[in-house]
């Protein structure tokens, strides 16, 4: 099965995405890679899993599915002063209370095994990970509330 991970650089970011059931990408700051990101954004349906990475604290957390297309515009209010862009609304299976550290997924979770900047770099925005359906067990079972 199809995953997404998304990376975000603070917690405060994913408290935001969790309260407002949102989750936005930064702009890609090479303007070459804008059309790649929306083209890639089509990748993201309605029923899409996905899992949330922390960049600053280093975690894995707030597994979700996605509730509806990748909208094609700004996202100016949500996530103020910060923009970002390309919204879709989605379904919070977890919250920031339980987190696994990147050192400790990468042994436990089998998509991680290629190494973490194959799931959670700038050019993997977007990207479909292929998951078996028990390896999306596990990350529920970790990070579900």
């Not at 991970?5 to 995405?17: D, G, L, W």
């Not at 996202?75 to 879709?88: C, G, I, N, Y």
Request: proline share 8%.
């Amino acid at each position: 099965m199809d995953m997404f991970c998304f990376a975000s650089r603070s917690e405060r970011n994913i408290k935001i995405e969790i309260d407002n059931k949102l989750w936005a990408v930064a702009q890609p700051p090479d303007p070459s890679e804008v059309e790649r990101h929306i083209t890639k954004s089509w990748n993201l349906q309605p029923g899409s899993r996905g899992l949330l990475y922390c960049s600053e604290t280093k975690v894995f957390t707030t597994p979700f599915i996605c509730l509806s297309d990748v909208e094609h515009r700004d996202e100016e209010f949500v996530w103020r002063p910060e923009k970002f862009w390309l919204p879709f609304t989605i379904q919070p299976l977890g919250n920031l209370s339980k987190q696994v550290p990147a050192e400790i997924a990468k042994d436990v979770w089998p998509f991680l095994k290629g190494g973490l900047s194959r799931v959670v770099s700038p050019v993997t925005v977007f990207a479909r990970i292929q998951v078996a359906p028990a390896e999306w067990d596990l990350i529920l079972r970790d990070l579900s509330v």
